[in-house]
């Protein structure tokens, strides 16, 4: 039963979730691809659309239901409950505060690249997975270009490992990746999801 509806527990419904993550007090935070929005589910089952409208594709930032995403694929959630979101066909990062407020962190919609930068002049390409740490940075999988990219919680992006336009996995001191899908922090290292491996990189790797 696909759709865009709140609810509790099966009255709910999605349409082709993707990514999820949880808080620490047990919320779940999911990017509800298919329906181009971010819900909310609590420990008791209770839905609700934190960000964008089912159905209403696009790129623009907002407060809950004026907000629009394209696609969204990986989301990743803080000590502070704002959630960080792969806004995977508009190739950017966005931001959105445990009250819906969403911002665009890095990118353009629309402007696929590879470009290191602040704000809307870094690019992406696709970008799949995202992680935060405790400092607020957040990682992305930027699977277009087969990188790790660094994005500060100023909107700094860099490109922590990878070269874009090089697709295959090589280990060592310059790391290579096919096509990273996912990654999570863990301790020093970022653990990612490419695909057909699963790799480990250290933060401050370059």
Same mark, same amino acid.
Do not use: C
């Given at each position: ?8 527990? %099966?009255?709910?419904? $999605? ?8 808080? #620490? ?10 329906? #181009?929005?971010?819900?909310?589910? +609590? ?5 609700? +659309?934190?960000? *964008?409208?089912? *159905? ?10 004026? @907000? ?30 445990? @009250? ?7 990118? +353009? ?10 704000? %809307? ?7 799949? *997975? ?15 270009? #087969?990188?790790?990219?660094?994005? +500060? ?22 790391? *290579?990746? %096919? ?6 922090? @863990?301790?020093? #290292? ?9 790799? $480990? ?6």
């Amino acid at each position: 039963m696909q759709g865009g509806a709140d609810g509790t527990g %099966a009255a709910a419904r $999605f349409a082709f979730p993707w990514g999820v993550a949880v808080d #620490s007090a047990g919320t779940v935070y999911v990017a509800d691809s298919g329906n #181009s929005t971010i819900r909310k589910v +609590t420990a008791a089952g209770v839905v609700t +659309t934190l960000a *964008g409208t089912a *159905g209403m594709l696009g790129s623009a930032d907002g407060t809950g239901a004026e @907000a629009r995403f394209q696609i969204p694929l990986g989301v990743a959630v803080d000590s502070a409950g704002n959630v960080y979101v792969a806004d995977q066909s508009n190739s950017t990062i966005r931001k959105v505060t445990a @009250a819906g407020v969403v911002t665009t962190l890095a990118g +353009t919609a629309g402007m696929r690249g590879s470009a290191d930068g602040t704000g %809307a002049a870094a690019r992406f390409a696709f970008p799949l *997975g995202v992680a935060v740490d405790s400092a607020g940075n957040v990682y992305v999988a930027d699977r277009g270009n #087969s990188t790790i990219r660094k994005v +500060t919680a100023a909107g700094v992006v860099t490109t922590l490992a990878g070269r874009a336009g090089m697709t295959g996995i090589t280990l060592g001191t310059t790391p *290579g990746f %096919a096509f990273p899908l996912g990654l999570v922090i @863990a301790g020093d #290292s970022i653990v990612i999801a490419d695909t057909h491996a699963i790799l $480990f990189l250290r933060h401050g790797a370059q």
